[in-house]
């Protein structure tokens, strides 16, 4: 069984939020104060830095101090995924990144390891498996995350005589924006707002206040919208995805996480467990193709005498990742 076929209902869940900007645009104080309408208090949101500590000016901009971290080089998708699950450890509830572009573009980020290859072609196969591990962090976690994400004029120049404008455009993944929940561009330091991507029933909610801005009414209306919804065991939720992220690892992944499930949960999990199951062997299938022996290609060079045979590198092997088991797999 890959399918669990029921009837549709719309459950409460996480949102994840991206908004982007040009600098000055508004878009970290505008993430901030909706924040904090999702919360109780604000000792409940996070902010994940990569600006070099630009998230600490605004500690003073809510009625009281929300937690910090600082993320430097390098950007790679795995230190951005590590970090939401540090956060997630620490109890935070809405977590603020500012800002993602650099998993994308920064140093150490996705460009930085398609183009950082042995052969003349950029290798953007295992960029955007890094980038997909990113992903999977994000939209798998048990707190809300409001992504924000610098913006930029660009120029399309595939015609260099005649260049030609795209508009300003967020700087990340080609798709981040429709991955979101909800995702809105921002530009007059947070008085104007454009739609990329907003589901109908939040379009209400994603409106300017009459100062002009969007803030804490806007978190309190994303809540209310979660909470209208048919309420699911928050700790259900973070079993099921918690399975689902596993199973990237294969069975023995999967096995692993799901031998630390409560055993008053497992009967409830049992139809997610036998889903993820599936995904995990597909998981295990697609690694065993990928298991690929990379042949040398015949030189080119300058001066290579075809009369005289050389002997060919010794074939490198990729194997996957092997997971450790501690779940004895004939009782999974």
Known sequence: MILNIRQAMREGSKVVIGISG???SGKTLTALK??????????????????????????????????IGDLYPPFSPLRY?????????????????????????????????????????????????????????????????????????QVDFINP?????????????KNFMFEMTASVMMSSEGKESRHIKVPKDLKTIFIPAQDGYMGGGVGAGIMQWIGSG?????????????????????LQGLANIWAQVPKPLQKQLAAHKE?????AMAYDEIAKEQVVMLVAVPEQA?????????EPPAPIITKPTEVEPICDMESF
């Open 302 to 310: 300058q001066g290579f005498n075809p009369v005289t045979p050389r």
């Open 22 to 24: 040009q600098s000055g």
């Open 275 to 279: 889903q993820c199951k599936a995904s």
């Open 34 to 67: 909706i924040a904090r309408g999702m919360v109780a208090h604000a000792g409940e949101i996070g902010f994940l830095d990569t600006e070099n500590k630009r998230g600490s000016l605004y500690a003073d901009e809510l009625d009281a101090p929300f937690l």
């Open 230 to 250: 048919v309420q699911v065991s928050p700790e259900l939720i973070s079993w099921q995805n918690r399975l689902q992220a596993s199973a990237s690892d294969g």
């Open 161 to 173: 005589s005649s260049p030609k404008s795209l508009g300003v455009q967020p700087i990340c993944e």
């Open 81 to 153: 995924a590590e970090a939401i699950k540090e956060f997630q450890a620490a109890g935070v509830k809405v977590l603020v990144i500012d800002s993602i572009s650099h998993e994308w573009e920064g140093e150490g980020g996705c460009i930085d390891i398609a183009e950082n290859t042995t052969g003349k072609v950029a290798n953007w196969k295992k960029a955007k498996a890094e980038h997909k591990k990113f992903m999977n962090a994000l939209l798998q976690a048990d707190m809300h995350i409001i992504a924000c994400i610098r913006a930029r004029e």
